[in-house]
């Protein structure tokens, strides 16, 4: 089944400890995304991969890091989580090859708290 | 002002009426549009791909209007299951691929 996946689905932590969240799509995609999705902030974008090794900041990068070492992985990676990253985050895979018709598929989300 | 802007909604709607949401965008170099659909804070899943011709997918229409730079969704015959939050989406593969800007979605409640 083609799907995208992302663990854990949801977290709870406490300030300052460092924490990743791993996505990982099957359906050999070029890009990858992640995003955040706050009430009345809609869903934004933090980090985008076009290709393996090829990663560019999104609206909302600050406080986090992405590392594309395989096509299908593009994990997340919070150095010091403060409670402003309290959010709902969603990966998601694309095609890619600047189809104009480049449908993005999500994973689940993984909903984190940071106390 | 946001570069992708949607109506703010909730709209709240009699089952078998028919509903509109409007997209506006700012960038006039957006090439790609999208309408996505999101239940319940679970993840988004595309309900159609916006043409220029416009396009319709069963009881649905999209329609893009590149002049006034807006995009925008029809529902006709609205079911209770189309509750949902309707979120737009545009790009530009042109210029900037992995780049995409969401608005903040428009929440329709269908009631019997």
């Known amino acids: 089944e083609a799907q995208v996946t992302q663990n854990p689905r949801y977290l709870i932590t406490v300030t300052g400890k460092k924490l990743t969240v791993t996505c990982s799509q099957n359906m050999n995609h070029e890009y990858m995304s992640w995003y955040r999705q706050d009430p009345g902030l809609g869903l934004r974008q933090i980090y985008y991969s076009m290709n393996v090794e090829v990663t560019d900041k999104g609206d909302v990068p600050e406080g986090y890091k992405v590392s594309r070492k395989e096509k299908r992985n593009f994990p997340l990676i919070l150095e010091s989580p403060s409670p402003n990253q309290t959010s709902l985050y969603f990966c998601?895979?694309?095609?890619?090859?600047?189809?104009?018709?480049?449908?993005?598929?999500f994973g689940p989300g993984t909903r984190l708290t940071v106390l | 002002r946001k570069e992708v802007e949607q109506d703010p909604g909730p709209f709240n709607v009699p089952e078998g009426a028919t509903v509109a949401f409007n997209c506006t965008y700012s960038n006039s170099a957006s090439q790609s549009f999208f309408w996505y659909r999101q239940d319940c804070r679970k993840e988004p899943k595309l309900l159609m791909s916006?043409?220029?011709s416009g396009n319709e997918d069963g009881r649905f229409t999209a329609q893009l209007n590149r002049a006034s730079q807006y995009i925008s969704l029809l529902i006709r015959d609205s079911k209770l299951s189309d509750s949902a939050t309707y979120l737009c989406a545009v790009k530009n593969p042109n210029t900037n691929a992995g780049k995409s800007t969401f608005g903040d979605g428009t929440t329709l409640t269908v009631k019997p």
């Open positions: 916006v043409y220029s």
């Open positions: 998601a895979s694309s095609l890619g090859q600047g189809a104009q018709t480049d449908t993005q598929y």
